[in-house]
């Protein structure tokens, strides 16, 4: 990352560069209203040195009266220019970054989102690029155009009465040295205001997301005494950074005025001994007062450049992590699909978790016969949902080699292995929005009748019924805004889900467990003989379940110890006893 603001800034030309051109005219044309500023003491001063102290003439001082009016219209139509030419394009470069930043969190493997808290994402996707938007169309813009300001008046300054001239820029000194202070001290407090924002979105999202357990556990009083902490610091930090800004733009108020005041008492004792004229006193100090106002403003503008500095360089992190799952540079595509059904191959597949190191699969090898079922056993936290991660690459295996098809998953692209492979969860995530859109997510477009008879079906096999009794029918909202579903109600949603893609390789985590085991069973059946020629594998707890499966694997210590029939595995496999006997009692069932 670089650490230069300027450097950092200049990335933001990727996003800025179709909105470069009317950035660059409205920043002209702000540039020529401030130019035209600064004519304004020029005429003066020829008005003063020339027709008033001279003839007197009243022609030639409504003359330039008149052009002093023409020269004020001018700037307040180039100033109203520079906004209509900006705004518009700027709010685009907000869109294009937040597009990419969408599009970005999207290609994340599940390993980034563990990483990455939902409120720091949230911040940096609302409130950071909506200051960058600001200062793009706004900080950018009358920073140039204000230092070019300050440049031309004390050229122009020092042309007009270089002693006086002389004396401003001598002014500048302690200027410049406090803006570069400024800018140290406001640039560490801008960053951390910003983490801590984050970090109270956070905060937000999860008291929100777990207030039920929240008021279960009657912990409502201290989420909300963490919070009020949070939100405490980072009131202190604003505070901070306003005190910061206010003192620098004090000193940036405080010393212009200071070197008016030198000026003047320098000023008048030279016209008074003769080397300057009256209308170079009045051009100066005419210049002056329109230099002042960019010098004044130099604080607020430095801020605003240096909070767009720590909100860029927190959406670069996020857009600089590099997914660790890509698509190949030149995938292969899956061979048409088997009549029979798909094949799965795990070969001598290991996997470590990248955060706790720990070898969660050491060795696996196993067959997904085409199609048929094939059930996953093992106790809990021996690695069952991290081996169906696998497949659709959620993750990737540290070792050895999935195949679909004989195809390595790796050498395909995402989408194509992803409309081949479906999951559902156990713990299913339903979207803001009608039952129909939530169950033909993942469905590429049909037409309505034929959408309308995969929708039915689906709802059927997962005994997902219950959704047309819903107040608006199949056009009810569930999800996070809408109709609240019973954990039951959600999971049978999720699986028509999964079950309406058509999927070659459906991969079910648990996902009935919310059911009770005669729907569990129904379901089950149901599912066998809708998806014939659907290689499926489910992750089982119940005896119910199993009992279904065409063959049951074993998963224990990270290897598959034994594959069979559920009578072969309860004849001769103890583990397996063992694990459904622990899972029949947590379920308060017998074991058939
Ligand atoms: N993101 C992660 N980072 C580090 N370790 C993880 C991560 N996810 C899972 N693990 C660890 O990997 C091991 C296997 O987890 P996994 O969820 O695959 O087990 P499981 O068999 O599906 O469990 P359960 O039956 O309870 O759902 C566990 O020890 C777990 O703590």
Redesign the pocket.
Known sequence: MPTSTTAVLLRLVRWARPALPRIVLGGLTALGASLLALAVPQVLAHVVDGPLLTDGSRGAVVVAAGLVLVLGLLEAFLVWCRRALIVTPGTFVELDMRSDLFRHLLDQP??FH?RWSGGQLLSRSMSDLGTIRRWTVFGLVIMCVSATTVVVGVVLMLWTAPALGAVYLVGAVPMIWLGFRFREDYKVVARRAREQAGDLATAVEESVHGIRVLKAFGRGDDALDEFVRQADELRETELHKARTQSRVTLALGAIPEAVLAVSLAVGVSLAAAGRLSVGALVAYFATAAVVNAPVERLGQLLAMTLDARAATERYLEVMDTVPSLTDPAEPVHLPPRPEAGSRVELRDVRFT????G?E?LAGIDLELRAGETTALV????????????LVPRFVDVTAGAVLLDGVDVRDLSRGELRRAVAVAF?DPVLFSASVRENVLLGVDDLPPVEADELLRRSLDVARAGFARTLPDGLDTVIGEEGLSLSGGQRQRIALARAIAVRPRVLLL??PLSALDVATEADVTARLRAELVGTTTLV?A?RPSTVALADRVAV?EDGRITGVGTHAELMAHHPHYRHVLTASAASHQLVTP
């Open positions: 599940a390993e563990d978790h990248p955060r706790s720990r969660t093992g106790l809990t936290g021996s690695g069952k949902t991290t081996l169906l991660q156990e985590d648990d992750v707890h998963l």
